[in-house]
Each structure stands twice: as structure tokens, then as C-alpha cells.
């Protein structure tokens, strides 16, 4: 199984998409309470552009069980997943967990804030945007205007006198 496993993610990091998701949709089958199994056949649906197909390998994961680093990308996965079917509610759920479980993960943050603009929650989305982007650049442009950024990141919509 482990060879399998790992013949199957090679294949994905060199573009054969296809062979890394029929070997990992076989090795799900056979071995469907492995938590990395699933969460790896769930992404190899992803980059396939099959995202419906990916939901429940995602959902299963996570509920089995994953050490944290790869329980945050499966909760990104499954949050922009849904985000991408169009089920802004459920994204915005899966997201909100996933940042209440891992507040200094910046990437579901992000994936968050798109699902925020989906829901028409402009301010709240460009709100946290503006913050990641203030925290975490290191272009000396924007660092200049740090404090600013972060001061008017909820204020968007206020207009001074």
C-alpha cells in the first residue's frame, strides 16, 4: 500500500493526474478508513477539475482523522471545494472551523475571504484580505503602509470629514 501511496503522489507532482487518480481512487476502495488515502484521493479529484467527486473523500478524511498539517489542507480542499460548487454556505462553515482550529493559517483565511465576496460579504472578506496581506508581505512598498492598511482594513466604508 505504502509504495502504491507514494507511486500515486509522484504522479501527481509530475502532471499525470489521471494515473495518480485512478491508482488513488483504487487504494480508497481498498483501504477506505486511511484518513491520507482519502484525503489524497480527494485532491487527486481536485486537480482534475471533478471537484463534486472529491467532497466525500474530503469529508471522510477529516472525520477519520488527520495529524494537523494535512487535517488543514483537507479543510481548505473541502472549504474552497465547496466554494467551487457553488455551496457558499457549507464553504463558509467548513472555513470558519478551520480557522477557528488554526488561527495562524493564513491560506484558509484567504480561502475564506473568497467565500465571504461569493456571500456578498464584501467588507468582512476585504477586511481579513487586507490584514493577511499586511501581516504576511515582505514587499517594502506595502510594509510602509502597514499601520495604515491594518487601521483601515474595517473602515472601508467610512468617509472622513
Known amino acids: 500500500m505504502k509504495r502504491e501511496l507514494e507511486k500515486a503522489i509522484v ?35 481536485d486537480v482534475l477539475g471533478e471537484e463534486s467527486k472529491a467532497v466525500d473523500f474530503y469529508k471522510k478524511a477529516i472525520e477519520l482523522g488527520l495529524p494537523d498539517e494535512d487535517l488543514q489542507g483537507a479543510i481548505l480542499g473541502l472549504g474552497s471545494t465547496y466554494r467551487t460548487l457553488g455551496e457558499y454556505e457549507k464553504s463558509k462553515n467548513v472555513l470558519h472551523r478551520g480557522i477557528e482550529q488554526f488561527p495562524n493559517n493564513r491560506a484558509i483565511q484567504v480561502f475564506y475571504s473568497m467565500t465571504l465576496y461569493n456571500l456578498e460579504e464584501h467588507s468582512t472578506a476585504m477586511e481579513l484580505l487586507l490584514n493577511c496581506l499586511a501581516e504576511t508581505t515582505t514587499n517594502a512598498d506595502i510594509l510602509k503602509y502597514k499601520k495604515a492598511i491594518n487601521f483601515y482594513s474595517d473602515k472601508l466604508d467610512k468617509v472622513w470629514d
Open 11 to 45: 504522479l501527481r507532482n509530475i502532471g499525470k493526474y489521471r494515473e495518480s487518480n485512478e491508482l488513488l481512487v483504487k487504494l480508497a476502495s481498498e483501504f477506505n478508513d486511511d484518513p491520507f488515502i482519502n484525503y489524497q484521493c480527494a485532491w487527486s479529484f
